[in-house]
């Protein structure tokens, strides 16, 4: 956004190119070694749909998306007007643990929305979607991947920035975080 006081929203993505795996994230992955990141499934649509009100009302109590109908999830995640992939995170028994939303760029992915299990805080699913992202993007040469906006002083954005390889997008140039 370009607000006319305020510069707090910094448009951030992970320059898959760059990227390496950190002590952290080979930890996540190694806790997570029973989980595989898939392309989405119909067969999943209805375990989605629970899991996204079940994450929306532990993580977002005061927002509404809890309260979304199955329309109006299908429209929020299905029917975008961009061209768009969806992945699962899945165990070996089809058990759904996240998904995530990608539209589709001409330089990238960007990730609109994702959401996970958040009854199972310690296997940091988030971060374990970020992750198996990156590396199934870097497979494909798919040069970066965009998180959104971050904001320096906001504990739910934080994650953005936790990441190797972030850069931030400040006066007009796409910078590495220091």
Same mark, same amino acid.
């Given at each position: ?32 070694? @029973? ?70 760029? @001409? ?9 996970? @299990? ?61």
């Amino acid at each position: 956004p370009i607000c006319e006081s305020c510069n707090l929203c910094i448009s951030s993505r992970i320059n898959i190119n760059k990227f390496t795996l950190s002590k952290s994230n080979k930890r996540n992955l190694k806790l997570n070694q @029973d989980l595989r990141l898939i392309k989405a499934s119909n067969s999943l649509k209805d375990k989605r749909y629970k899991l996204f009100t079940e994450y929306c009302i532990k993580r977002h109590k005061e927002s509404k998306m809890g309260e979304m109908t199955v329309e109006e999830f299908s429209s929020f995640f299905y029917n975008q007007r961009n061209k768009t992939e969806i992945l699962d995170l899945i165990d070996n028994s089809n058990n759904l643990f996240g998904s995530i939303l990608l539209d589709i760029l @001409d330089n990238g992915y960007s990730a609109v929305y994702s959401f996970f @299990d958040a009854r199972l805080s310690e296997r940091g699913l988030g971060k374990n979607l970020i992750i198996q992202t990156v590396l199934k993007l870097k497979k494909k040469n798919v040069p970066y991947l965009y998180l959104g906006y971050w904001v320096k002083d906001s504990n739910k954005m934080k994650y953005k920035i936790l990441f190797n390889n972030v850069e931030l997008f400040r006066n007009g140039v796409w910078t590495e975080k220091s």
